[in-house]
Each structure stands twice: as C-alpha cells, then as structure tokens.
C-alpha cells in the first residue's frame, strides 16, 4: 500500500492511496474461511458448503469491504504522519465501480489543511491595562451586598420607593367563567404606567379598569399588566379589578456581624476595614482579569491578520457542496466559508499556539476550574460561602454530562493559551479606574 500527494497550494493537495492485492489478499481469505465455516446453503450441511460457492456468493462484497477498510486506514495513518490539520474532511473523487478482480486499487482523495506557520509572540505588543478598584467600586459593591439583604418594610399606602404586590383579575357576572387569568404582579416606580394606576390605593383596596384604560397609549397598561399581544387584540369591552395585596419597601441591611457572616460564612469577616479590604481584592482581581482578556484579544486581533493565515478556500467550497447535498450553488458554499472565515482563522492559532507551547491539561485541572467558576457565579447572586464538599459533589456530577465536560475543557484550554499570550508578549502598562477601562474599551470597539 502507498500513499502519493500532489500538492495544489500551500493549503490543498491530492492524496492517491493505492493498494496491491497483495495487501489485502491475506484478510479477504479468513474472512471467506470464516464465512465457510458458519454457512447455511440450501444442499449442504453447515459449514460444509464448497469454498467455489462461498467465494461466488461472498468474495466480491468482502473483497471491497477489505479494500474500503484498508484504504480508510492507510488514508488516516498518512494524515497523522504528517501531521495535517486538516480543514474539512477528505472528499473521495469520483471513480469507476471498483473491481475486486484487479491486481491494483486506486482511490483518489481531495484535503484542505492548515498552513504551516509560526507565531513569534514577542513580536506583537498592546497596551495592558492596570485596573485598580477605587472608592466609587467598592461602595457600590458593598451597597449592592445590603441591598441583597434589605429587610422588607410593611406599608399600608405607597410612597415613590415602595414595592407594590397585586392582583389584576376580571369581573364576571355571578358564575359566568373568566375570560382571562388572574394576573399577580409586582410594581416599583420604574414601571411607569403601573405604578401611577396603583399608587394611592392601600392594601386590600380595590379599582376597576376598562378595556379602553388598558389599551390607552398603545396599549401601555395592558403590557405592564402582563397581557399579551393575543389577549389584548381579543379584548371584547370586558372589566377588571385591581386588588393590593401587599405594600413594602427594602431598608438596606446594616453593616454588622450580621451581614458578614451571611456574605462571606461565620467569623470570615469581622469588621468594616476587613469587609473592604475583601471586596477590594475581590474586584481588582475581576477587574484585573477584564484588562487581561482584552490584552489577549488584541494580540490575538493582530495575529488573525496575517498573511500566513491562508485558507484553502477552493477545497472547502468543494467540500461544503459535497458534504451538504441541498447547497448547489457555488456562491452559496463561499458565503458559507466567508462567513466561517474568522473562526477558521481563530481555530488555526489556537491549534498552534497550544502546540507550539505543548499545552496539555488533565481531569483535576477541569475539575479545579468548573468548581471556581461555579463559586463565582454563586458569588455573582451573593452567596460567598459553599462547602467544599458540598461545591466538589455538584461540580463532579456537572460535569458527567459531556457536553459540560467538552465546554469547561475548552475553557481550560483557552486560559493556558491566554496565559502564554500574557507571558510572552510585549505590553505597554496604562493604569486606569474601572469607569476609564469600560470607556477605553467601547472607544475602541467603536472605532
């Protein structure tokens, strides 16, 4: 067996895998053997048929199962050999009907590639923010964490910071049934139209309103009332009744022990200083990881702009037409590959930046990053503290699941390239507050 590649570019070639007979003889023989000794043939005993029969019944569908195998095989030992990264998946050409007869097999196979290239990330150099939490960030992190645990303040008449629970149901006559649900909602001064109709009503208080007050201002009323397009456009000149159920406001929670304790778990925390001081290192740490995801994606940026980043544009036009039967069209398929284009590119640095730098990573460093990730999105809905046990369970079970598997991995992945990107490559340090950072960075994608 043998393996032939023209080259048609630098990212494209054809690959002609030929077999002898000889090559596969030896496997078409047992499986014809094995086949004797298990045959049923009408006039025979088990196992009995003449190897004449066998071979007239059997030989030519085992002879190109053989050579399919074979061929599959030799095609994906050269591949990894060579080590092609392959775009696309090889597209077999079109051939006369194969014949098991014939001392030598050809097939011939069309394959896209990446290029062969190198990133000198010393090369490329962005500016790296340094992002500092100040003053304003931290009182409006820890204002954040009161208002999480606000204590709800019973009122019997609403002012413009109360929250109003009620009921918006409709009035029948006597047993007739309801056209509408009972709707329970909940309403602040931020909704606008709501809260002006229930305001100075006091609990258990009821109003009736009409159609034509819900549908008012295109329909405004209605929408914070939480009826749908479908309902409202059936309207028929029905009535409702609005009833207050519950009246309350929030008073931030006090900063004492308290508090501490719920944030960050018993005795963690002990003072305003060391309340402070925990917040501060959290969100420099947050801010600091911000700065360094965008320095990432600047050098990344630069680099997709090369010109070494070639795509075999010709082939995968092919292969889109042929791995998907419905796309007939030529332009079509480049639209496709147009659309794909920055991926591809992304896909290609990715894949050699992490073998380049022999980047590896096992089970133990998946697990480590799913559990800190999920801490974090706990500590996102303020919940600081979970027992490691508790949080080491969760996360192993999470993570059965293979897409869940696949995506943290990636994740992984991802921070080891984005590490070796910080590491080698140059920056230009510009100390900014975190308003000024969220500025700069919508200036530049902006521009």
């Not at 047993?175 to 001064?189: M, N």
């Not at 889109?320 to 496709?336: R, T």
Request: net charge negative; hydrophobic share 35%.
């Amino acid at each position: 067996m043998n393996v032939t590649r023209t080259n048609h570019d630098e990212v494209s070639a054809l690959l002609t895998v030929t077999l002898n007979k000889a090559d596969y003889k030896e496997q078409v023989d047992g499986a014809l053997n094995s086949y004797a000794k298990r045959a049923t043939i009408p006039g025979f005993r088990k196992g009995k048929a003449p190897m004449s029969l066998i071979r007239k019944q059997y030989e030519e569908a085992v002879t190109l199962d053989e050579i399919n195998k074979q061929v599959s095989d030799t095609l994906n030992k050269y591949i990894a050999d060579n080590n092609l990264r392959l775009l696309g998946q090889p597209i077999p050409q079109e051939t006369q009907a194969l014949d098991f007869n014939v001392e030598e097999v050809s097939v011939n196979f069309e394959i896209g590639f990446e290029p062969e290239f190198d990133i000198d990330l010393s090369k490329y150099s962005a500016e790296y923010y340094k992002v500092e939490a100040g003053d304003k960030d931290l009182k409006k992190s820890i204002g954040n964490m009161q208002k999480r645990f606000a204590e709800k303040v019973a009122k019997n008449k609403a002012t413009k910071k109360s929250h109003i629970n009620f009921e918006v149901s409709e009035i029948t006559k006597e047993d007739a049934p309801a056209i509408h649900k009972p709707k329970y909602l909940s309403a602040t001064e931020e909704n606008k139209a709501a809260f002006a109709f229930v305001k100075d009503l006091k609990v258990g208080e009821e109003k009736e309103l009409s159609t034509e007050e819900l549908t008012a201002n295109d329909n405004e009323l209605a929408k914070e009332f939480g009826f749908h397009d479908v309902e409202i456009t059936h309207f028929k000149n029905e009535k409702f009744k609005v009833t207050i159920n519950e009246i309350f406001e929030l008073k931030d929670a006090e900063l004492n022990q308290e508090l501490f304790d719920k944030i960050y778990g018993k005795d963690e925390i002990k003072s305003e200083e060391e309340l402070r001081a925990r917040v501060k290192s959290e969100l420099d740490d947050f801010f600091q990881q911000n700065s360094e995801a965008v320095f990432v994606n600047k050098i990344l940026e630069q680099i997709y702009k090369e010109d070494f980043l070639v795509i075999p544009d010709a082939f995968l036009t092919k292969w889109v037409m042929y791995s998907n039967p419905n796309i007939k069209d030529e332009e079509q398929a480049k639209q496709i590959i147009e659309n794909e284009r920055a991926f591809l590119k992304s896909q290609m640095v990715e894949n050699k930046l992490r073998t380049a730098n022999n980047i590896q990573y096992d089970f133990e460093e998946v697990l480590s990053h799913a559990k800190l990730s999920f801490r974090n999105q706990l500590m996102s809905h303020g919940v600081h503290h979970i027992g490691d046990e508790e949080l080491h369970k969760y996360v192993l079970e999470m993570l059965r699941d293979r897409e869940q598997m696949r995506r943290y991995s990636s994740e992984v992945l991802l921070i080891k390239i984005r590490s070796i990107v910080l590491e080698k490559s140059k920056k230009t340090e510009k100390e900014l507050s975190y308003d000024d950072f969220m500025k700069e960075i919508q200036t530049k994608k902006e521009d």
